[in-house]
């Protein structure tokens, strides 16, 4: 398992991004640095977002039927956000599409083993 953190790039009303808007999550990847699909337990890997305000929000990626998703923890019926990324590596970026809202753009600037 590793440990990614990622930056705000850019976002709804915010084009320059956000240095105190984090996304952190725990997943496995393959040795190309794709999320790893083999590796999905039982269990969805976890993630936290700090948001610039000091609040957090735990989630979790799980896979739907068109790829991966984060959820919210408010259960099964929580509203899932769409995930696009090509690689998990520095330098990389990763897109959450909610639900009737704007992307968020996250740049990967930290993978480690966890």
């Known amino acids: ?6 930056l705000l790039a850019h976002g709804p009303g915010q084009p320059e991004g956000d240095l105190a808007h984090r996304l952190e999550a725990i997943v496995a ?12 337990g039982e269990a969805p890997w976890p993630t936290r977002r700090m948001l610039p305000d000091g609040m957090e929000r735990q989630g979790d990626i799980v896979r739907t039927d068109d790829g991966w998703a984060l959820r919210g923890r408010a259960g099964e019926d929580s509203p899932h956000s769409a995930i696009e990324a090509t690689l998990f590596r520095p330098g990389e970026y990763v897109t959450l599409r909610p639900p009737a809202q704007d992307p968020l753009v996250f740049r990967i600037v930290d993978v480690r083993a966890e």
Do not use: I, K, N
């Not at 398992?1 to 990622?6: A, G, K, S, T």
């Not at 990847?29 to 999905?40: F, I, V």
């Open 1 to 6: 398992m590793v440990r990614v953190l990622m």
């Open 29 to 40: 990847l393959t040795p190309q640095g794709l999320l790893d699909e083999a590796a999905l």
